[in-house]
């Protein structure tokens, strides 16, 4: 029994350096959805763009809602200005 133990603990704690590194690279996409933001903004470029949006969400397989979400927050981090 303590075997189980140890090995399911074993395996969270391998899921919680797993989540450490999935947050670290969200927090470096959305650094760079930040600058890709300013990019729009100058040049006056929609911060939508469906046809990328799809490109991501066919490579996304079954992370495909995940993905929306995170889309969605990328997005937001490209605003502080309207959509021209």
């Known amino acids: 029994m303590e075997t189980e133990?140890?090995?399911l603990r074993i395996l969270r704690n391998k899921?919680?350096?797993i989540d450490k590194q999935?947050?670290?690279l969200l927090d470096e996409?959305?650094?760079v959805c930040r600058e890709i933001g300013k990019i729009k903004k100058l040049n006056k470029i929609k911060i939508?763009?469906?046809k990328r949006e799809m490109?991501?969400?066919s490579r996304a397989g079954d992370f495909?809602?995940?993905?929306?979400e995170i889309i969605d927050i990328c997005k937001k981090a490209?605003?502080?200005y309207d959509e021209v």
């Open 15 to 17: 899921i919680d350096e």
């Open 55 to 57: 490109e991501i969400l």
């Open 5 to 7: 133990t140890e090995d």
């Open 48 to 50: 939508t763009d469906e």
């Open 78 to 80: 490209q605003g502080g």
């Open 64 to 68: 495909k809602g995940i993905y929306k």
């Open 22 to 24: 999935i947050i670290s």
């Open 29 to 31: 996409r959305i650094s």
